[in-house]
C-alpha cells in the first residue's frame, strides 16, 4: 500500500497539469435551495459539465428492402474448347487471347505439304476415273451395236448359235466394266473429299462468336489429333447461377429482377434477370437451381465472384438508421436518442428490415430524431454529449462538424449544481460557445499539450493490473484508443479521477 502512494503522487500532480490543459470547461455556479454544496444549505460552487464526443445520424424516411442473398460465380453462356483433327506441326497462330472472333474464324493454321500432296494425288484419281468411265462408256456403246446386228443375224440363220452367244456375253462384260468405271470414280471422289478434308482441317476454326479465352499451343509445335488448341467463350452476356432453398421458390420468378455485386466492382451493382429456374429440388441440399442472365457490360468477366440480391419485398417509407446505431443488450434492441438539451435518452427499439448497414425502426423513434451511431461506450441516461460530426451528410440547419469536448462524469460523479447547470451542444448561449474549446488542443496560455505528457501517465498508470485491463478491454472495442491523442488523454483523465478517488480514501 505505502508502494502505491509513494507511485500515486506523481500520478495525481500529472494529472492535475492535465486537468488543468482541459479545454472544453464551461464555468458555471449553480444553487440547490435544498442542498448545497456538498450537503451545505444555500452553498454554491463551481462546476465543470463535460460532453461526450459522438457522431450521429438523423433518423429519416426512405425506402427499404429485403432480400435473397446468394454467392455466386459468373459464368459464360457457352464454352467451347476447340480441338486439333490432324496430325501435324503448328505453322502459323492467328489469334491471341481475349481476341473477339466470328464463327469460322481461322484460330490457326498447320502446315500442310503432306496433306495437299494426298489431296492432289486423290485429285488426279479422280481424273483417272472419270476418263474409264468414259472409255467404259464408248465400249458399252460399241458391244451394244455389235448384239443388234448380231441378233438378227441369228434370227435370219446367218451365224450360229455359239457366235451369237459370244456376242451376247461380250456385251455384259462390257456393261459391267461401265458399273465398275462408275464405283472407281465414286471411290476416287471420295478419296478426295477426305482429302479436302485434311487439308481443310489444316486451318482450324471458331465453331461460334465468342472471345479466346485459352490458348494451349505455340508455334512450332507438333499436334495430334483430338488435342485442346483453343478454348472460345460466348459473352456477355453472362449467366450467374445460384441455388436457393425450396421455401424462397414462391418469391421467384422468371424474368424477375436482381442486383449483383461483384468483388471487383464493390460499389456497383449489376442489373441481373432470372432466366430459368430448375423445374426440379435438389433432395439432398432442399435446394433449387435460378440462373440469372447478367448485363451486357465489358466490365465483367466470367469467373468474378460475386452476390446476388434478389428484392422479395420492399418498404418505401420506412423510418431507417444505421446497424451500428443499435446495441444488443439482453435479447433486447437499444439506441442512445439525443434529445433537444444535447442528453442522451436509452430506449428500445422494435426493428424490422435489414439492409447491408441499415436497418428499420417499427416502433421507438420518430423521424428527425438523432441517434448516436459512435462513441456511446460508457454512455448512460442523463449523459451530456457532443456532436462532433454526421453520418452521412450532416442535416441541413446543423454545421458538418462540430466542436468536440471533454467526456461526461458520471451520474454518480456529478453533484446537485453538475445537475442544475445548463446543458452544453447545440443550444449553448453564443457566449458559452465561445468559451468553448476544442479538448486536448489547447492548454493555459494558448500553449498545445504535448502529448508526451499523456503517454508518460499512461506507462505509469499501466503499472496498475486494474487500469491495464480496462485499457485493453477498450482498446478491443475501439482500436483507434492505441492511436488517437485526443481518446488516450480522455481515457487517463478518467482513470486518474479514479484513482485519485482511491488515493484520497486511503
Known amino acids: 500500500m505505502r508502494y502505491w502512494r509513494i507511485l ?117 484419281a479422280v481424273d483417272e476415273a472419270v476418263l474409264g468411265l468414259r472409255q467404259g462408256e464408248v465400249q458399252v456403246q460399241l458391244s451394244a451395236a455389235d448384239y443388234e446386228r448380231s441378233l438378227d443375224l441369228f434370227e435370219q440363220r446367218l451365224i450360229s448359235k455359239q457366235e451369237f452367244d459370244q456376242v451376247t456375253l461380250t456385251n455384259r462384260i462390257d456393261g459391267l466394266a461401265l458399273e465398275t468405271a462408275h464405283q472407281r470414280l465414286e471411290a476416287a471422289r471420295a478419296r478426295l473429299r477426305a482429302a479436302t478434308i485434311q487439308l481443310e482441317y489444316t486451318e482450324i476454326p471458331s465453331p461460334i462468336d465468342g472471345v479466346i479465352t485459352e490458348r494451349l499451343v505455340e508455334v512450332g509445335d507438333r499436334v495430334n489429333g483430338n488435342e485442346e488448341v483453343f478454348s472460345v467463350s460466348e459473352f456477355p452476356p453472362l449467366w450467374a447461377r445460384i441455388f436457393v432453398p425450396e421455401r424462397d421458390l414462391p418469391q421467384l420468378k422468371v424474368a424477375q429482377k436482381a442486383q449483383v455485386r461483384v468483388d471487383t466492382f464493390p460499389d456497383q451493382d449489376f442489373e441481373a434477370t432470372i432466366k430459368m429456374i430448375n423445374p426440379t429440388v435438389d433432395a439432398t441440399s432442399g435446394t433449387v437451381k435460378v440462373t440469372f442472365e447478367m448485363e451486357r457490360t465489358d466490365r465483367l468477366r466470367p469467373g468474378m465472384f460475386g452476390t446476388v440480391y434478389i428484392a422479395t419485398e420492399t418498404r418505401p417509407d420506412a423510418i431507417v438508421i444505421p446497424k451500428k446505431a443499435v446495441l444488443r443488450e439482453r435479447d433486447e434492441n437499444r439506441i442512445f436518442v439525443i434529445t433537444a438539451e444535447n442528453l442522451v435518452e436509452k430506449r428500445e427499439v422494435v426493428l424490422g428490415f435489414s439492409e447491408e448497414d441499415r436497418v428499420e425502426v417499427l416502433e421507438g423513434i420518430q423521424e428527425g430524431e438523432d441517434v448516436v451511431t459512435v462513441g456511446y461506450e460508457g454512455l448512460a441516461d442523463g449523459y451530456a454529449v457532443n456532436i462532433i460530426s454526421w453520418e452521412g451528410a450532416p442535416p441541413p440547419e446543423v454545421p458538418s462538424v462540430s466542436v468536440a469536448s471533454e467526456p461526461a462524469s458520471s451520474p454518480e460523479e456529478r453533484g446537485p449544481a453538475d445537475r442544475l447547470s445548463p446543458p452544453q451542444g447545440r443550444d449553448t448561449p453564443p457566449r458559452q460557445q465561445a468559451r468553448r474549446r476544442s479538448p486536448g488542443s489547447r492548454g493555459p496560455g494558448g500553449q498545445a499539450m504535448p502529448p508526451e505528457m499523456v503517454d508518460r501517465m499512461m506507462d505509469r498508470l499501466m503499472q496498475n493490473p486494474e487500469v491495464k485491463e480496462e485499457y485493453e478491454a477498450r482498446l478491443a472495442r475501439d482500436p483507434e484508443l492505441a492511436t488517437d491523442s485526443e481518446k488516450k488523454r480522455v481515457f487517463t483523465q478518467e482513470m486518474m479521477r479514479q484513482f485519485r478517488g482511491d488515493f484520497r480514501r486511503q
Request: glycine content about 8%.
Open 8 to 124: 500515486l503522487v506523481p500520478i495525481v500532480l500529472l494529472w492535475a497539469v492535465l486537468s488543468s490543459c482541459s479545454s472544453s470547461e464551461v464555468t458555471q455556479t449553480g444553487s440547490n435551495p435544498g442542498r448545497g454544496d456538498r450537503g451545505r444549505p444555500g452553498g454554491g460552487r463551481t462546476v465543470e459539465s463535460r460532453a461526450i464526443s459522438i457522431r450521429a445520424y438523423r433518423a429519416k424516411r426512405e425506402p427499404i428492402s429485403t432480400y435473397i442473398v446468394s454467392n455466386t460465380t459468373l459464368e459464360a453462356i457457352r464454352k467451347v474448347t476447340v480441338y486439333a483433327r490432324l496430325n501435324a506441326i503448328i505453322e502459323e497462330i492467328m489469334v491471341e487471347e481475349g481476341a473477339f472472333v466470328g464463327e469460322g474464324d481461322v484460330l490457326l493454321r498447320l502446315e500442310d505439304r503432306e496433306v495437299r500432296n494426298e489431296y492432289e494425288q486423290a485429285s488426279i
